[in-house]
């Protein structure tokens, strides 16, 4: 009796209905213009927060290149390989950067071995999922080792956590560049004016698009380091507008940011984003945010669309036949592997790896199943 009328009979009741109910796309528009009436007045308040705690966990890159064994020319296969991770366990999108910063700050404060540098790479972004993902998608230590095919035995994978805990001084948290689209954009619509009204109806095309160049950026040293995450998130907006064409005046954004920023860090210019704005063209894409966002050789989205799902399907297996694989144009040394005999040897002694981390990911052999050493 007393079972039977516990409130946990009826939990996976009310876990269907809160499914149902979160599915609803005006319930979400209502909760979306509620939140974003409520956070509006404190703006400003948010902004000078992030800057401030951002001033205090920047990377140096004099630093890094310092290191004896590691090169900023393995950075991009580095992240390469984390963010198709990321992809396969569909972890949250302020994971990669926040990975990519305590990678870029622990590389300033300690010397890394090459052999290491994966581990540190694969301990970072766990450090990460547990401050910033649900806990049913944070990867187990025996995840990370078959990540890795066991080229790190989970003894390995708690020392690192310790040493980078305690090389940054537990502070682990740095605001990201998504955060700072989410503030800069809201603040230009809060504005009310002709440019907010382009804003306002293209909001979430300008909001994807610059996730996608601030993902980009991390991956070339010389733009991530050049720029803090408050100015990537700048650069990557108007690099958006100017990309999807709208009616806005660029030197008008690029003055209100540098209002709001003033005294905070250092100013943009207009060549500063006319520079950005031209490398975009000529950057050559990582693999995984080609398959991350389906994007062609040019930069296209190749998305399905529901309206026209055959013409769609023809398209994408053009593009997939035509698309080979891309990394970052900089100048990475080959990287080290195992023999076929250890491949082998290390497939017998990993086992199989859990189905759940690689379902409907079509590249998941590249990094899971073959394992990439750096």
């Given at each position: 009796?007393i079972?039977?009328?516990?409130?946990?009979?009826?939990?996976?009741?009310?876990?269907?209905?809160?499914?149902?109910?979160?599915?609803?796309?005006?319930?979400?528009?209502?909760?979306?213009?509620?939140?974003?009436?409520?956070v509006?007045?404190?703006?400003?308040?948010?902004?000078e927060?992030?800057?401030?705690v951002?001033?205090?966990?920047?990377?140096?890159?004099?630093?890094?290149?310092?290191?004896p064994?590691?090169?900023?020319?393995?950075?991009?296969?580095?992240?390469d390989?984390?963010?198709e991770?990321?992809?396969?366990?569909?972890?949250?999108?302020?994971?990669?950067?926040l990975?990519?910063?305590?990678?870029?700050?622990?590389?300033?404060?300690?010397?890394?071995?090459?052999?290491?540098?994966?581990?540190?790479?694969?301990?970072?972004?766990?450090?990460?999922?547990?401050?910033?993902?649900?806990?049913?998608?944070?990867?187990?230590?025996?995840?990370?080792?078959?990540?890795?095919?066991?080229?790190?035995?989970?003894?390995?994978?708690?020392?690192?956590?310790?040493?980078?805990?305690?090389?940054?001084?537990?502070?682990?948290?740095?605001?990201?560049?998504?955060?700072?689209?989410?503030?800069?954009?809201?603040?230009?619509?809060?504005?009310?004016?002709?440019?907010?009204f382009?804003?306002?109806?293209?909001f979430?095309?300008i909001?994807?698009?610059?996730?996608?160049?601030g993902?980009?950026?991390?991956f070339?040293?010389?733009?991530?380091?050049?720029?803090?995450?408050s100015?990537?998130?700048?650069?990557?907006?108007?690099?958006?507008?100017?990309?999807?064409?709208?009616?806005?005046?660029?030197?008008?954004?690029?003055?209100?940011?540098?209002?709001?920023l003033?005294n905070?860090?250092?100013?943009?210019?207009?060549?500063?984003?006319?520079?950005?704005?031209k490398?975009?063209?000529?950057?050559?894409?990582?693999?995984?945010?080609?398959?991350?966002?389906c994007?062609?050789?040019?930069?296209?989205?190749?998305?399905n669309?529901?309206?026209?799902?055959?013409?769609?399907?023809?398209?994408?297996?053009?593009?997939?036949?035509?698309?080979?694989?891309?990394?970052?144009?900089v100048?990475?040394?080959l990287?080290?592997?195992?023999?076929?005999?250890?491949k082998?040897s290390?497939?017998?002694?990993?086992?199989?790896?859990?189905?759940?981390?690689?379902?409907?990911?079509?590249?998941?052999?590249?990094?899971?199943?073959?394992?990439?050493?750096?």
């Amino acid at each position: 009796m007393i079972a039977s009328s516990s409130p946990d009979s009826y939990h996976q009741t009310r876990v269907v209905q809160s499914q149902i109910k979160s599915s609803n796309t005006h319930l979400q528009q209502m909760e979306r213009k509620t939140h974003t009436f409520t956070v509006s007045e404190y703006q400003l308040d948010i902004l000078e927060h992030l800057l401030s705690v951002e001033s205090r966990t920047l990377p140096n890159v004099s630093l890094i290149e310092q290191q004896p064994e590691i090169k900023l020319s393995m950075r991009p296969l580095l992240l390469d390989f984390l963010m198709e991770v990321i992809t396969i366990l569909n972890l949250s999108r302020s994971t990669f950067p926040l990975t990519v910063n305590l990678i870029d700050r622990y590389c300033s404060t300690r010397i890394v071995k090459k052999q290491h540098y994966q581990l540190l790479g694969l301990t970072s972004l766990w450090i990460s999922c547990k401050n910033l993902d649900p806990k049913f998608k944070i990867p187990t230590l025996n995840d990370l080792r078959k990540i890795c095919v066991d080229s790190y035995n989970k003894e390995l994978f708690i020392e690192m956590e310790k040493h980078i805990l305690k090389s940054l001084e537990w502070n682990i948290n740095s605001p990201t560049f998504d955060s700072f689209v989410d503030v800069f954009l809201n603040m230009l619509v809060s504005v009310n004016d002709a440019n907010a009204f382009v804003v306002k109806k293209c909001f979430n095309k300008i909001k994807l698009s610059s996730y996608y160049l601030g993902e980009l950026f991390q991956f070339y040293p010389n733009m991530h380091f050049e720029y803090s995450s408050s100015q990537i998130a700048i650069l990557a907006i108007m690099s958006s507008i100017s990309t999807l064409k709208l009616p806005i005046n660029i030197s008008t954004i690029l003055e209100f940011y540098n209002t709001l920023l003033e005294n905070q860090t250092r100013q943009l210019t207009i060549e500063n984003y006319q520079n950005v704005f031209k490398a975009i063209r000529v950057l050559a894409l990582p693999n995984s945010l080609q398959q991350k966002y389906c994007v062609n050789q040019n930069g296209n989205s190749t998305t399905n669309n529901n309206n026209n799902n055959n013409k769609s399907n023809t398209n994408n297996s053009n593009i997939n036949q035509n698309l080979p694989p891309k990394t970052p144009k900089v100048s990475m040394p080959l990287t080290p592997g195992p023999s076929p005999e250890e491949k082998v040897s290390r497939k017998r002694h990993a086992g199989h790896i859990d189905p759940s981390m690689v379902v409907h990911h079509e590249r998941k052999r590249s990094c899971i199943d073959l394992g990439v050493r750096i």
